[in-house]
Nanobody, 124 residues
Framework: QVQLVESGGGLVQAGGSLRLSCAAS????????MGWFRQAPGKEREFVAA????????ATANPVKGRFTISRDNARNTVYLQMNSLKPEDRAVYYC?????????????????WGQGTQVTVSS
């Protein structure tokens, strides 16, 4: 079992940056593919980015491509989401997720464990 705790959310002006972190419990962090998803008010949860077990491969959703970067530090059991050039439409609760099967993709069903989420608000 993996427990995930997100941090780093907050209020930022449009054009600003935030870095989200997701700390995982357990000693097998490197065996999980990791992903970030977000859910805006009144909308369904959507894929943001994902990273392979080793960190050597990533996938990023088109709306954030070129602005958001996912990375991981397996020694620290942590995955990050660097968010630059934030827009008001990026406002959402951001969730990290861990997938034991190793598929670093956009499908929510690929992930077994989810964090509680961290709020990101972007003012215009």
């Amino acid at each position: 079992q993996v427990q995930l705790v997100e941090s780093g959310g907050g209020l930022v002006q449009a054009g600003g940056s935030l870095r989200l972190s997701c700390a995982a419990s357990g000693r097998t962090f490197s065996s999980y593919a990791m992903g970030w998803f977000r859910q805006a008010p009144g909308k369904e949860r959507e894929f943001v980015a994902a990273i392979s077990r080793s960190g050597g491969a990533t996938a990023t959703a088109n709306p954030v491509k070129g602005r958001f970067t996912i990375s991981r530090d397996n020694a620290r059991n942590t995955v990050y989401l660097q968010m630059n050039s934030l827009k008001p439409e990026d406002r959402a609760v951001y969730y990290c997720a861990a997938g034991s099967a190793g598929y670093y993709d956009a499908r929510a069903r690929s992930y077994d464990y989810w964090g509680q989420g961290t709020q990101v608000t972007v003012s215009s």
